[in-house]
């Protein structure tokens, strides 16, 4: 009889803790931001970014010189973190994207303020790139890679500080599925089994096993379309990582300004669709004092990585629509750090994806 009690509450401990993960998607994890230094609001934005703390991130406070884009951390040997983005001229306004450059920023702290130290690679191309995304090759090398306004060109150091050499564009090879191998808004990350995985705009899964720049092979058509009520044309931005086992993606939908959490077992097979990751007009991003901003967009996802779990997000947000950022106005974009509770996501979603909730949509890769 003791034993079956203790059986029985074990078991309603377990099926608690199922529900508890059930009833929770990504944007639940998301925590407060630290002020890095008081909240204002004489900067510029639209009324629902303030007051916001300027020193969160990477920005032009001033809105006279750049916009910034993207943005990947990497926290180096040094102890401190270093932040690959883009940035443009913000006189063009937001379509001044078709002309970004790769730059590097650095801060002592993962939240910022991260000091914009210049081009990457200011002799290639004058700096060109764009869709900044960086990794940490098996060798210890560093790799920044960028794509859409390049063919998924691959830049290689043994520094986070540089300098960059041009390793090539990344290739793809030929299958019936190869249509979905093109090299715009990749996300990229190193797979236990030390192969390199590709997840572009398309959604298709690209793997390589011969090293960063391929060829890959794409693994079947589009993971996206088990996502509900959502056109795929307007699924973009996706990111792709590893933790608590389970491989993940979170792509982002730009027309309801919403984005969507998927998970895999293996990273080719079995993608479940997990819900809600975030939607810029929910509370989400708020400070440890209360204060919540909304931004319009909040695009590009990246994620920081420490001791196997997500310690922090990236989002590169824009005050208004982007056809309302015009240029030489209030109106611009920066990227934002936001602390996300890792360890307890890693925790749910192991559950999750042992009891097999939510069970919404899964697919089979051929």
Known sequence: MKTLTILCAVTAFSLGASAHAADRTLIDYFLPMPIQSPLVSNVWGAPGVFPRDPQNGVEDTTMKQWCYWDGQIIKGLDGKYHMFASRWDQAKGHNGWFGSSAVHAVSAKVGGPYIDKGLCWPDDQDGKGHNVTALVLPDGRYAVVVSETRPGDVFVSKSLDGPWECLGSIKVATNEFSRGGRMSNVSMTVRPDGNFMIVPRSGAILLSKDGILGPYTVQGPSIYPQIPDLPLRNLEDPVVWFSGGLYHIVVNGWSDRKAFHLTSPDGINNWTFRGLAYDPTRDFVRYTDGTVNHWDKMERPGVVIEDGHVTHFTFAVL????????????????????????????????????????????????
């Open 319 to 366: 005050d208004v629509p982007k056809n309302q950022e015009r240029g030489n106005d209030t109106h611009g974009s920066k990227i934002i750090v936001v602390p996300f509770d890792g360890v307890a996501f890693d925790r749910d979603m192991q559950t999750l994806s042992k009891t097999g909730q939510p069970g919404e949509a899964s697919t089979q890769r051929q």
